[in-house]
T-cell receptor, first 114, second 113 residues
Framework: NAGVTQTPKFQVLKTGQSMTLQCAQD?????MYWYRQDPGMGLRLIYY???????DKGEVPNGYNVSRLNKREFSLRLESAAPSQTSVYFC?????????????FGDGTRLSIL | AQSVTQLGSHVSVSEGALVLLRCNYS??????LFWYVQYPNQGLQLLLK??????LVKGINGFEAEFKKSETSFHLTKPSAHMSDAAEYFC???????????FGAGTTVTVRA
């Protein structure tokens, strides 16, 4: 009954370091998403993948890259971490990319950039 | 793109009192609407969704929300608060024909004994 699994749960980086956040879902969902959550700002979409083999930018893509490795896995990479990227990152998935589909969320990765 | 406004970043209620969380959206065309709840150190969980069936939507844990087109609102209510309702609540919308969710800033609910 895992749903959406994110690793790691916590990470501290130094400015300029790189890192990949991992996400996997076991619900056979077609669509996957990466969000960041900052206090008072709700969740903002970084990148999404409507289906395996496709990725698109969301609202705040600068400084990030993504890879849809297969149907289950969608990773988020920070090539050169900056303090402004300190945030909680959530991965989500939905059965289909239509707007009426609810999204299922992982428990998040808490990332601090020093 | 849709914008979502949640009125009140913090709400404090007594146990047993009514919980009312407000959400307004910007589109003139009714979108898909969702309420999610986030407990500390966890991800978001779906409470309920509106997708153009009944305007009064019932969700989990005794919550319900009413879609009012004339007011472009989708307010969340629960008649009697429990201590376990202490959490952060997010309203989210998605335009028809789109598949991206836009989230409100969230409302933190505190329940007083």
């Amino acid at each position: 009954n895992a749903g959406v699994t994110q690793t790691p749960k916590f990470q501290v980086l130094k400015t300029g370091q790189s890192m990949t956040l991992q996400c996997a879902q076991d619900m056979n969902h077609n669509s996957m998403y990466w969000y960041r959550q900052d206090p008072g700002m709700g969740l903002r979409l970084i990148y999404y993948s409507a289906s395996e083999g496709t990725t698109d930018k969301g609202e705040v893509p600068n400084g990030y890259n993504v890879s849809r490795l297969n149907k289950r896995e969608f990773s988020l990479r920070l090539e050169s971490a900056a303090p402004s990227q300190t945030s909680v990152y959530f991965c989500a998935s939905s059965a289909f990319p239509q707007g009426n589909q609810p999204q299922h969320f992982g428990d998040g990765t808490r990332l601090s950039i020093l | 793109a849709q914008s979502v406004t949640q009125l009140g970043s913090h709400v404090s209620v007594s146990e047993g009192a009514l919980v009312l969380l407000r959400c307004n959206y910007s589109s003139s065309v009714p979108p898909y609407l969702f309420w999610y709840v986030q407990y500390p150190n966890q991800g978001l969980q779906l409470l309920l969704k509106y997708t153009s069936a009944a305007t009064l939507v019932k969700g989990i844990n005794g919550f319900e929300a009413e879609f009012k087109k004339s007011e472009t609102s989708f307010h969340l209510t629960k008649p009697s608060a429990h201590m376990s309702d202490a959490a952060e609540y997010f309203c989210a919308v998605s335009d028809r024909g789109d598949y991206k969710l836009s989230f409100g800033a969230g409302t933190t609910v505190t329940v007083r004994a």
